[in-house]
């Protein structure tokens, strides 16, 4: 059974360096064609894609975002960890971590997600 | 604004049949597989469709996706109080080497 969970801060202070952590089970972010993807949600609005990781560890990151955004895997303790840098209260979101098939294209396993505030 | 465009409310009585558009371009419907998402109030996103027009399993065969050119719909049938939630669709763009979702779409059972 493939599960995933967020972690991090709830409360960031502008202008920070946000760090969540996905942790997983279930599957591998070695095997072929598997990959782990972040989006988020502000509050009543849309989902917004961040970032993703594949399997051979290459990445790919939201054009709007993409300064800002790393992505790094620690596939022995099943974690993929997203760093999210000067932080702005536009950022406050609901972020999760999904876990994607067949390449990445589409996301069947999704974490609860986890609320992340930006004020000072 | 987003890359694809879905309308932002539906309606229909339960029971009845409704569509969800989504309406892209060549680089990311055009050339790539759509999936849908269904988001209950304060519940992270379910795949409902993924290929642009598989079920996963569970999924009951009332919801039915396709896709045609630069367009994918997603369809409801035999609408239940339960189905109302937001939807989504995504899918890779291929321009722009990201993940894109729609707007998102609020289906309301009258």
């Known amino acids: 059974q493939i599960t995933l969970k967020e972690s991090g801060p709830t409360l960031v202070k502008p202008t920070q360096t946000l760090t969540l952590t996905c942790t997983f089970s279930?599957?591998?972010?070695?095997?072929?064609?598997?990959?782990v993807g972040w989006i988020r949600q502000p509050p009543g609005k849309a989902l917004e894609w961040l970032a993703l990781?594949?399997?051979?560890?290459?990445?790919r990151y939201s054009p709007s975002l993409k300064s800002r955004l790393t992505l790094t895997k620690d596939t022995s303790r099943n974690q993929v960890i997203l760093t999210m840098t000067n932080i702005d209260p536009v950022d406050t979101a609901t972020y999760y971590c999904?876990?994607?098939?067949?390449?990445?294209?589409?996301?069947?396993?999704w974490g609860q997600g986890t609320l992340v505030t930006v004020s000072s | 604004q987003s890359v694809l465009t879905q309308p932002p409310s539906v309606s229909a009585a339960p029971g009845q049949k409704v569509t969800i558009s989504c309406s892209g371009s060549?680089?990311?419907?055009?050339?790539?597989?759509v999936s849908w998402y269904q988001q209950l109030p304060g519940t992270a996103p379910k795949l409902l469709i993924s290929?642009?027009?598989k079920r996963p399993s569970g999924i009951p065969d009332r919801l039915s996706g396709s896709k045609s050119g630069t367009s994918a719909t997603l369809g409801i049938t035999g609408l239940q109080t339960g189905d109302e939630a937001d939807y989504y669709c995504?899918?890779?763009?291929?321009?722009?080497?990201?993940?894109?979702f729609g707007g998102g779409t609020k289906l309301t059972v009258l």
């Open positions: 999904a876990h994607g098939f067949g390449g990445v294209i589409g996301f069947d396993y």
């Open positions: 279930g599957f591998s972010l070695s095997t072929t064609g598997v990959g």
């Open positions: 990781i594949y399997w051979d560890d290459e990445k």
């Open positions: 060549s680089s990311n419907i055009g050339n790539n597989y």
């Open positions: 290929d642009n027009n």
């Open positions: 995504g899918t890779w763009d291929s321009s722009l080497s990201a993940w894109v």
